[in-house]
Each structure stands twice: as C-alpha cells, then as structure tokens.
C-alpha cells in the first residue's frame, strides 16, 4: 500500500521506523545512546561532511548517524511525522516549546530588527519578548485581535520605523481563544519584506495541536508548538517542536545543533507513543468542551465565556474561525462573577479537574492565569486584554463529559 494514499493517523504507527533494523521489534526502540559507531574512518568523515553542509548529498544518500546532539533515531522518526499533520518539508524538536521558540527567535532576529507579534501570548513568550529580547537590540510592536491591518502597518511604521524581521503570532491566543487573521499577517509580512530579506510569519499553534489547523497552509514560514500539550497529551513529558521549509528548518537546526536544546531519545520515544492516539484524544478532549461550554454559556455565576465555538454567526472572529480551524478546540476560559477571591473558591472547589497549569493533556486542567501562567504580564497588558483576577482558564480532557460538568457545578457552587 503506497504511504501517499494512507492518512496520517494511520501513518503514525510505523511511518520511517524498519523493524528489520531493529531486531524485528513492533516499535521503535529507545536508542539511549550519546554516540554512534563508523564502519569506517571514511563513513565517519563522509557523515560530518553532510551534517555540517561541507558538502552536498548525493541523489538518494541518507545522512548517517553520529551523536545524539546531531541527530538519533527517535528523533527522525518523530520529526519526520510530525511533518506530515502540518504538511512540512521538515522538522526539529526541542527540549520545551520555549527553547523551540528562543531559538527561532535568536536565529532569525538581529540587533536592530523589530519583531511584530500578537497579544495576548504566553507568559513565557511575553518576558522572552519584552524582557529578554531587548537585552540584543531587538525591538517590539505588539498588535490584538481587534486591529485592521492598515492600523497595525501603521503602528510598526511609526513606533518603530518598519525595520520589520518577523511576526510572531500566537492564535487562538492564551488564554482568551482571541484569534488573529495568519492571511493578514502574510499581508503585513509582504509588505514590509525586501528583496533583500523576507519578513517571516512564525505562529505559534499549541492550542490547536497539528490536527485543528495548518498554519503552513495559511502563509505561515514557521510553525511551533509546545509538543508538552496536545502531542505529548499525558503531562508526562516536556517538549517542543518547529516545522516549516528546509531552508529556513536547516537554520534552525544548526542553531539547535549548538545550543543543544534537542530533546532526549526518551522524551522523543514517548512523543512516538501519543502519537498514535493524537487523534482519537483532541477529538474527544473538544467533543467534552462544547458540552461544558453550552453549561456554562448560561450559568448565573459565569459572566463571560471564552470559547470558539459560541463565537457569534457573521462577527469578524466567526469569519476567522471558519477560515482557519475545523474545530472550536478543547481550551475554554471564563469570568467567575466576582473577583479573585471568587475565582479561587472555584479552583479550590474542584475535585476531579486538577488545579494545575499546562493544557492539552488526558486530564482536564484549570489554573488563574493572572497570577500563575501569565504572572510576568504587565498589569496594564492584563488589563487590556482581560486577563483579570476572575478569569479561570481550563484544559478539558477526555473524562466524561457529564462528570467534568458536575464537577463544575458543584465547585461554582463555592461562590
């Protein structure tokens, strides 16, 4: 059967792994290895030549193993599936979605360069940009959900002078669900491109995993993800990953090659095992959201819901949801009536909903964003993007549905 005919679920159960180089073993074995042997002293010059660029593959020549900070099995075989959810030409994994992000940062950004990017973002993106980006010279331009795209040129023209080098968009965004138009972005991002040097739209699809959106397909250069949620699933690892062309992706593995921020054989092993069953969980995890969300839509103690799939029919982000995303998610957030007082009787109240942050996992999840995932963020930030003392955010997992509601109710009783 001709793999180009199967579907990726399917594909993820031994695409790029040979059980014959493997003792015949069904699945790919932990290759806990640091180095790898050379038949010969040539073989070994030949390997280095390639992973370095000295020289050019010839047709059908697969580079050889070297050293795990290189390269290693479990890792190919990951990244090589990874690419075909989001349809990329290749792919590298990371130690944490933050050292994926970091390090698409530092190879891309220069001193002097503007970095264009939406909020709000993770707390963790937020202090890298406004913290420890500037330390080398790099400026920023933050835009929302609610900006045209002549205002946002606009705003990059004037605060910074348009010496644009990337746009990083983080959508739907955390903890809201705001969503930011990645057709628009490209827009932005070719008029500010030179000749010279092309302005880069990296996006950030953690909350949507591999299987509810492809922002390669969107215009996108970049995609990243923290690979501990959705594609990890079990809270049981910690993981990053960057997918997009191999120009752009042999950069981002050198620099990787040189921080040394890959993640282990183990970690890769465990991302091979949730693949298998990515599908089956989102599908799931977002069947349960909408079930809590319609409960919650209503409830006298909620004063506003976060959540894409009760976005109203013909509004802006309606249109951007049908453009970009087959499904309205699994992440949800909401107003407890009250403040944080209120919202943290809530989070106490709960009993099988763990009170934790991350997301994307089999069990459902619910944190306070401003005071745990987005701590760092200014207050005026929180302020203007409704991160406030009442705003609870939650992961929902693939429990049932009728018992993630009871849990609920029984907690907003607390309030």
């Not at 990874?82 to 944490?96: G, I, M, P, T, Y």
């Not at 923290?226 to 997009?244: E, F, M, P, R």
Request: a negative charge.
């Amino acid at each position: 059967m001709d793999n180009k005919n199967l579907h990726p679920e399917s594909l993820m159960m031994g695409f790029g792994y040979k059980p014959e180089l493997s003792e015949g073993a069904v699945k790919c074995p932990i290759f806990q290895t640091s180095t790898f042997v050379f038949k010969t002293a040539e073989e070994g010059k030949r390997f280095f030549e390639l992973a370095y660029g000295l020289q050019q593959a010839e047709v059908n020549e697969v580079p050889g193993l070297i050293y795990s900070r290189l390269n290693n099995p479990d890792l190919e075989i990951l990244e090589n599936r990874l690419c075909l959810w989001d349809k990329a030409e290749d792919c590298a994994v990371f130690a944490s979605g933050m050292g994926a992000i970091t390090t698409v940062m530092l190879e891309f950004l220069q001193p002097g360069d503007v970095l264009l990017y939406s909020s709000p973002v993770y707390g963790g993106t937020d202090h890298s940009i406004n913290h420890v980006l500037p330390k080398w010279s790099v400026g920023h331009v933050e835009f929302n959900a609610s900006m045209r795209k002549e205002e946002i040129i606009q705003k990059v023209e004037q605060e910074q002078g348009g010496k644009l080098a990337m746009i990083y968009v983080e959508t739907p965004a955390n903890p809201t669900n705001a969503l930011i138009d990645l057709e628009m972005c490209r827009e932005i991002a070719d008029h500010f491109s030179t000749d010279e040097r092309k302005v880069l739209v990296v996006v950030d699809n953690t909350y949507m995993g591999p299987l509810w959106s492809h922002p390669l397909q969107l215009g996108a250069d970049l995609v990243v993800y923290s690979a501990t949620k959705y594609i990890g699933g079990h809270s049981d690892l910690i993981a990053g990953a960057v997918l997009g062309n191999r120009e752009l992706m042999t950069r981002v593995r050198g620099l990787r090659t040189f921080l040394g921020n890959m993640c282990s054989p183990f970690t890769g092993w465990l991302m091979m095992r949730s693949l298998e069953t990515l599908k089956p969980r989102m599908e799931t995890q977002a069947a349960n959201a909408r079930q809590v969300a319609d409960f919650l839509k209503d409830h006298p103690k909620v004063e506003k819901l976060y959540y894409l799939g009760h976005l109203e029919e013909g509004s802006e982000q309606y249109r951007i949801r049908e453009k970009q995303y087959s499904s309205s998610g699994a992440m949800l957030s909401f107003d407890v009536k009250g403040g944080e007082a209120e919202a943290f009787r809530f989070l106490n109240g709960l009993k099988l909903i763990r009170l934790a942050v991350s997301l994307g996992s089999t069990e459902s999840l619910a944190e306070h964003p401003a005071t745990m995932t987005h701590a760092d963020v200014s207050p005026a930030d929180k302020l203007k993007h409704h991160i406030s003392e009442s705003l609870v955010r939650i992961s929902i997992g693939v429990e049932h549905h009728e018992d993630l509601i009871d849990d609920i109710r029984q907690a907003l009783e607390n309030v």
